[in-house]
C-alpha cells in the first residue's frame, strides 16, 4: 500500500519505444534501465516544465488521497537517444529534454474510461470531483476524461494542465479559494452527490507536513527553469519556491467552503 507522502524513485531512459501522439504534449512510451515501460513527458514539450512540475505536484496530492494514480517516477533522459530516431521532431524533442523528465507507469492493456459503459460509484466521482476542483483540472471531460481502465478499476493519468494558477504567478494567489467554474464539464460530476460528506476526510489527508513532503518531490531544476522561464526573483530560491505551493493550498483548502459550493452548484 503506497505511503500518504510519496517518494519517488529515479530511472534512465534506455529506449523510445514509440510515441503517443494522442497528447498535446508529444508523450511517448519508453523503457527504462528498470525494464519497466513508461509514459514519458518531456519537460522540452510545448507545454514546459510546468507541466511536469503539475504532474508531480497534483498526482502527489491525487496519492496521498488514496486516489489511484499509476506510479510516478524522475526519468533521466540523455540526449544521444536522438541519434536513433528518424523522426526529426522526436529528436529535437529528445535533444530539448536532456536531464530530468517525468514518467508514469505505463498499464499494459488498459483503455480509455468511457462514461457511457464504466460505471463508478458515487463516493468514488465525489473524491475525484474534490480533488480536481482542489488542482484546477481543466482536463476531465467527457470528451478528454484522462482516466484509464485497468484491471477493473479506474486510474487517473496526465495531469499536466491541472494548477493554472501557476503559469503566470509570483508566489501568491490573490484569491485562493475562489470557486473553479470548469468543474461543470467534469466527467463524473453527474454521480458526484456525495461531495459535502467527503469533504471534511478528505481536507484531513492534506496536512502541512504532506503537502511539504508532496512539493519537495519537484526537484530544483525544475524550480529554477520555471523561475527562470518567467524571469522572477520571488521564485528564484527553490525552498521559497515550494513554500509557496504549500501556502497556496493550505489556504484554499482553508477556504474550501466557497469552491466546494462551486461544485456542488454546478451539479444542481
Known sequence: MDSPIPSLRSVVVERYVTPLREGGSMPAVVEADDLGLYVLKFRGAGQGVRALMAELIAGGIARALGLPVPEIVLAKLDAKLAQTEPDPEIQDLIRASDGLNVGLDYLPGSVNFDPAVDAVDSDFASRLVWFD????????????????????????????????????????????????????????????????????????????????????????????????????????????????????????????????????????
Open 133 to 268: 476542483t482542489l488542482v484546477s483540472n481543466v482536463d476531465r471531460t467527457a470528451r478528454n476524461t484522462n482516466l484509464l481502465m485497468w484491471q477493473r478499476r479506474p486510474w487517473l493519468i496526465d495531469h499536466g494542465a491541472t494548477l493554472t494558477f501557476h503559469h503566470a504567478w509570483e508566489g501568491v494567489v490573490a484569491d485562493p479559494g475562489k470557486p473553479y467554474a470548469p468543474i461543470a464539464d467534469h466527467v463524473l460530476l453527474p454521480q458526484a452527490t456525495q461531495l459535502a460528506q467527503v469533504d471534511e476526510a478528505m481536507a484531513g489527508q492534506l496536512t502541512g507536513p504532506v503537502l511539504a513532503a508532496i512539493v519537495a518531490a519537484v526537484p530544483d531544476c525544475f524550480l529554477n527553469q520555471a523561475a527562470q522561464d518567467r524571469q522572477s526573483d520571488a521564485l528564484a530560491d527553490p525552498q521559497a519556491h515550494r513554500a509557496a505551493y504549500v501556502n497556496y493550498f493550505l489556504a484554499r483548502l482553508q477556504d474550501r467552503g466557497r469552491w466546494l459550493q462551486g461544485a456542488i452548484d454546478a451539479r444542481a
